[in-house]
């Protein structure tokens, strides 16, 4: 079975840029959350898919932050325009129905110069 | 709110030698909690996980951890270090409704001496 994929790994831009992220659950889950972790920070959670649906997204900073998971499969996380404080390493996790084990993605670092 | 403290940033330890990793948290109900390892260019992995009955708990790679609820702590350990499990630790708290996010502590890099 395979794990949770982000897509891409490293990703460098400037400031002002759009970069989109994109992570792949493991197949069947329906519960898809996004995390970031800012330079010497905590992990944050940003926010939670149950399957197509927005169930939270508390976390997301601000609304130059846009989350899709369109079908209810993969999902995407566009910042737009980047600013420097976004730089971080962006999660993905994934768990299934009932189930609050939650599996990580290897991670998308975040570079804004 | 919920939170979760790990007081140590950084420990080193000789190789062979016993590891403990001290997690505090700070939650209003049963918590669910976790705790996680990030090799270098790796992602999270789950060590071992604690939701409910006995307080000690074993994991992965020779890993366990032990709940004390009167303490609020969920400390991690390992009798004997192994090179390879240099990388950086998290303990995570979550919620026992289903689906709910996860707080996670600051994190602990551990260091091995040849």
């Known amino acids: 079975e395979a794990g949770v994929t982000q897509f891409p790994s490293h990703s460098v831009i400037e400031k002002g840029q759009t970069v989109t992220l994109r992570c792949d659950p493991i197949s069947g889950h329906d519960n898809l959350y996004w995390y970031r972790r800012v330079m010497g920070k905590e992990i944050k959670f940003l926010l939670h898919?149950?399957?197509?649906?927005?169930?939270?997204e508390s976390g997301m900073p601000n609304n130059r932050f846009l989350a899709e998971r369109t079908g209810g499969t993969y999902s995407t996380l566009k910042v737009q325009p980047a600013e420097l404080e976004d730089s971080g390493v962006y999660f993905c996790?994934?768990?299934?129905?009932?189930?609050?084990?939650?599996?990580f993605g290897p991670g998308t670092r975040l570079t804004v110069l | 709110a919920q939170s979760v403290t790990q007081p140590d940033i950084h420990i080193t330890v000789s190789e062979g030698a016993s590891l403990e990793l001290r997690c505090n948290y700070s939650y209003g109900a049963t918590p669910y909690l976790f705790w996680y390892v990030q090799s270098p260019g790796q992602g999270l992995q789950l060590l071992l996980k604690?939701?409910?009955?006995?307080?000690l708990v074993q994991g992965i790679k020779g890993f366990e951890a032990e709940f004390k609820r009167s303490q609020s702590s969920f400390n991690l350990r390992k009798p004997s270090v192994h090179w390879s499990d240099a990388a950086e630790y998290f303990c995570?708290?979550?919620?026992?409704?289903?689906?709910?996010?996860?707080?996670f502590g600051p994190g602990t890099r551990l260091s091995v001496l040849p």
């Open positions: 996790a994934s768990s299934g129905q009932g189930r609050n084990e939650q599996f």
């Open positions: 898919f149950v399957k197509e649906s927005k169930q939270d």
């Open positions: 604690y939701f409910s009955g006995d307080t």
């Open positions: 995570a708290v979550g919620a026992s409704n289903y689906g709910q996010n996860f707080v």
